[in-house]
């Protein structure tokens, strides 16, 4: 098997203005490029097999956001999103039981949403922002979703309480629908797949101490799932499951121990399960660990270290057309970026992606970038 060659590019761009003292607009248009090609030769382990595959695809998305702020404890927030996406996949494959061809020509789809909250602030201790999303999708129709979310802040003492609740709709991608790869059950895409649907809740608590020098939270977390859109080892096919719990809690702390020096981390364990088998997730690990040390050592330049450990998880395997279940290895992966402000509207940068060229594999079969360099520059108006 030979890795998985990624290609991806984005783009965006956004217009944000004041149009009076209590009313601002921000008009963004986004764009990304994204495409995907595997390669198994025929070799000693499976003389008769190979495959080639391609997809490619594209992501549209323009939004229109207006806030109104009339009084000072009052935000309104109303706006518009269109999203477009484009896509085609062709594979190959041939084994003893003969060659094999299919592809999909280039489909698309959209969908048209809008929404509306109000983010309320009552004697500068109590925020409350209610949210309402009306989704249009080309092949779902109308869907309506919504969430409440809520801090209070005791600030004497540095405390603030916080808890989210809300439902979630998500339409399965053009890959997931009509992906003509084939591992021995037909095609893996689907085009009668439902979209997720979600309700979940977390409620939590930070605590700052030394006028916000130190700082600790924590906060637990509750999805329940239906219709989630994931990958059937039995069928080798992208199918819904009926129903998916996943919860867990995250641990976070952030430290000041200079003014210009600020050190994070935060630890978040996820329990999955799938409630038809009463198996764990796929690619979900169970534990997981970021950490970031910011360091703005001049006036305009800033240096950005971060760490992230990604524990044990479960994956597939396939020896032919055989699927079992593995345990991937946990890995460790170290990010370095720098920021210089030329002016206050031009910005360079510079980027180093997994600086000490760790080898590793999110998905069992699928290669991993190896150390990267990125370099640019950020123009705002």
Known sequence: LLPTLYSNSFALITNDSEISAFWNHKLSFSYNDARRKDRDEKDSVEPNDCSNSWYKGDNKKIEWQHNFSPVNWDTLTTGFEYEEERGSSYYYSESVWGPYESKFNRKKVNNKGCYLQDQLKLWDSLFITPGLRVDDHQLFGAETTYKISSVYFIKPIGTRFKANWGTG?????????????????????????????????????????????????????????????????????????????????????????????????????????????????????????????????????????????????????????????????????????????????????????????????????????????????????
Do not use: C
């Open 169 to 381: 709709f998500k339409a399965p991608s053009l890959y997931q629908l009509y992906s003509t790869e084939d591992y021995g059950g037909g095609p893996i895409g689907d085009p009668n797949l439902k979209p997720d649907e979600s309700k979940s809740y977390d409620f939590g608590f930070e605590q700052s101490f030394f006028n916000d020098k130190i700082s600790f939270g924590l906060t637990y977390f509750h999805n329940d799932f239906k219709n989630m859109v994931d990958y059937d080892l039995a069928t080798s096919k992208y199918k819904n499951i009926g129903k998916v719990e996943t919860k867990g809690f995250e641990a976070g702390t952030k430290l000041l121990p200079l003014e210009n020096l600020t050190i994070g981390a935060n630890f978040t364990y996820t329990d999955t399960k799938d409630k038809e088998t009463g198996l764990e997730l796929l690619r979900r690990p169970r534990r997981q660990v970021n950490s970031d040390i910011n360091w703005r050592f001049l006036a305009k330049a800033n240096l950005n270290l971060g760490v992230t450990y990604v524990g044990n998880r479960k994956d597939v395997k396939y020896v032919g057309w055989t699927a079992t279940r593995i345990t991937m290895k946990d890995y460790v992966k170290t990010d370095l970026s720098v920021t210089y402000d030329i002016t206050s509207n031009f910005q360079i940068f510079g980027r180093t992606e997994n600086l000490f060229d760790k080898k590793y594999q999110e998905i069992y079969g699928f290669a991993t970038k190896d150390r990267s360099f990125y370099a640019g520059g950020k123009v705002t108006f």
